[in-house]
Nanobody, 123 residues
Framework: QVQLVESGGGLVQAGGSLRLSCAASGSIFSINAMGWYRQAPGAQRELVAV???????NYSDSVKGRFTISRDNARNTVYLQMNSLKPEDTAVYYC?????????????????WGKGTLVTVSS
C-alpha cells in the first residue's frame, strides 16, 4: 500500500508565494517520477510540473519562471515552490507519483495520486 500526502495549500493574495509538499510512504521500492497536477473548477486536470528520479524537470508553459519543483529522494518527498501567484493559479493541486512497489519478491510499476490540496489566490 502506498500513500501520497500533500500539504501546504491555502489562501494567498496575488503576487504571493506558497510551497506545497508531498510525501510518499508505504511499500516503495523506487520512484521513477513525481509531479504536480492541478484542476480548476469546471476544467480538466492539467500537468503543472514533473521531476524524474534523475532530476530532470518539465513545466507547463503557464508556470514556467514562477514555479519550481524539487525532490528529496531520501525522504520520497516532492516540493512545489510557487511564486508570483495569480488568481488563475487557483485550483486543487494533486501530487502524482510513478513508482515501483515491492510486494514480497514481486515488483510492480504503478501510478498513484494524492487527495489534493486547495490553493486559492485572491486578486
Amino acid at each position: 500500500q502506498v500513500q501520497l500526502v500533500e500539504s501546504g495549500g491555502g489562501l494567498v493574495q496575488a503576487g504571493g508565494s506558497l510551497r506545497l509538499s508531498c510525501a510518499a510512504s508505504g511499500s516503495i521500492f523506487s520512484i521513477n517520477a513525481m509531479g504536480w497536477y492541478r484542476q480548476a473548477p469546471g476544467a480538466q486536470r492539467e500537468l503543472v510540473a514533473v521531476i524524474t528520479n534523475g532530476g530532470s524537470t518539465n513545466y507547463s508553459d503557464s508556470v514556467k519562471g514562477r514555479f519550481t519543483i524539487s525532490r528529496d529522494n531520501a525522504r520520497n518527498t516532492v516540493y512545489l515552490q510557487m511564486n508570483s501567484l495569480k488568481p488563475e493559479d487557483t485550483a486543487v493541486y494533486y501530487c502524482n507519483a510513478n513508482l515501483v512497489t515491492k510486494e514480497a519478491f514481486l515488483r510492480y510499476t504503478r501510478e498513484y495520486w494524492g487527495k489534493g490540496t486547495l490553493v486559492t489566490v485572491s486578486s
